[in-house]
């Protein structure tokens, strides 16, 4: 079989893990590929983004994975899109069919994925708290509902943007938005979920605010760093110990693209194995 071309585009690129982790599936399944990271200048219209990416399809690749910031040109740029990208609003990956691209949205399954079988949390019946109503929150909104949690919680700096989410996803159930910090229900919440993408660790209290927690309450962050996220850095200071970054999401997410593209779903456990996950983190650009 002759290997085909795939890759990541984003901006910055270096960091990431996509080409381990796909070239990880390829040992396992026997199917030859190869993936490499690609750059585009960042501007308001994407066009470096669409140029670049015609460029790599022009050269013969066959699959591309979109991350930040061109996840929401990822969807315009393609002729058609899964109806989970759709209810995103963003593609994470494209795939070239016959009139075109096709984009689709694994983030969303890839966190329920890693939610359930990594860490053993469903949200069904669960109350679940999220900060941040971004690209990521919207991409996780849909498969996160479909569980029929027992109430979701969104806050954002920007409140009008987690008012629009909440209208969006209305049809998949119901969302409760938080105008302020300061208003955090009295109740214990189950799940509490990091989508605000600061990266750097500075004044969390204004970020976040601990609410009522029970022992198991499980802290997911989406974002993931070779070290502690400020998120989790700000969850062990109240000694909580039950918490993950997004290190398994990334590799669920990659999974389902994997099968988007070469119709097999890649046995993900060896990549979550202690070693492996060690391997992944150590790595530097
Ligand atoms: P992503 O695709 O990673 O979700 P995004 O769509 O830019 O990226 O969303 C980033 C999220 O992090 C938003 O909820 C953003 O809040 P705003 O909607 O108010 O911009 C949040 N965020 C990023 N930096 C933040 C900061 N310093 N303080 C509070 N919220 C922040």
Redesign the pocket.
Known sequence: MQPQCYGVIGNPIGHSLSPQIHEAFSRLTGIPLFYQRISAAVSEDGADFRKTTLQFFAQGGAGLNVT??F?DFALSFADEAAPRAQKAG?GNTLSKITDGWRADNTDGIGFVRDLERQWGRSAQNARILIY????????ILEPLLAQKPRLLWLY???PQ?TQALAERFADDGKIAVLSSLKSLPDEPFDLIIN????RIWKDAE??WKMPTTMPDTFFYD??YMPDDTPFLRWVKTYGKTRYCDGLGMLIEQAAESFLIWHGVFPDTTSLHSHASLIELRAFRP
């Open positions: 930040a910031p996840k963003a941040g109503a971004g690209g990521a929150t919207a991409g954002n700096r920007t943007k989508a605000i993408s600061a204004s970020l989406l974002m």
